[in-house]
């Protein structure tokens, strides 16, 4: 799907596959964006942040989007989503924390991780599909 054909569709057509009202304007906002020079080209080129403060300039892209995309479809080695409750849940879990690290202990855990953090939240996402720890 190009912006210009995103662009072409009408809301009613946007509603008949699902699009809610707020989906139907982040993606217009994004073909809108992409005319006026937004493109994945030129935020692949850019550093992380700068990449983030790009995509976060389009209605409904946040900085847990901007880092999601990084790491699933830019595939940036050293993304750390420290907003991400999975991230949280599994660095408790695996450090048994009493409770869910903030923003700055998390930052402090993640550190040693450097500059493979993207990999190391794949593991933590995927630990939390494992069955429990016995106790």
């Known amino acids: ?69 990084l790491m699933f479809h830019l595939g940036r080695p050293d993304v750390l989503p420290l907003g991400d409750l999975g991230i949280q849940k599994a660095v408790q879990r695996a450090y048994r924390l009493r409770r869910l690290p903030d923003a700055v202990r998390l930052a402090r855990i993640a550190e040693p991780w450097r500059p493979y953090r993207t990999a190391a939240c794949f593991y933590l996402w995927r630990s939390l599909d494992a069955l429990p720890p016995a106790g």
């Open 1 to 69: 799907m190009t912006a210009e054909a995103l662009a072409l569709l009408s809301d009613a057509k946007m509603r008949a596959v699902g699009l809610s009202r707020p989906k139907r304007l982040s993606l217009r906002d994004l073909a809108e964006k992409a005319w006026g020079g937004l493109s994945l080209a030129r935020v692949y080129r850019l550093d992380d942040e700068p990449a983030i403060a790009a995509l976060t300039q389009v209605r409904g892209i946040g900085r847990w989007t901007a880092q999601m995309m």
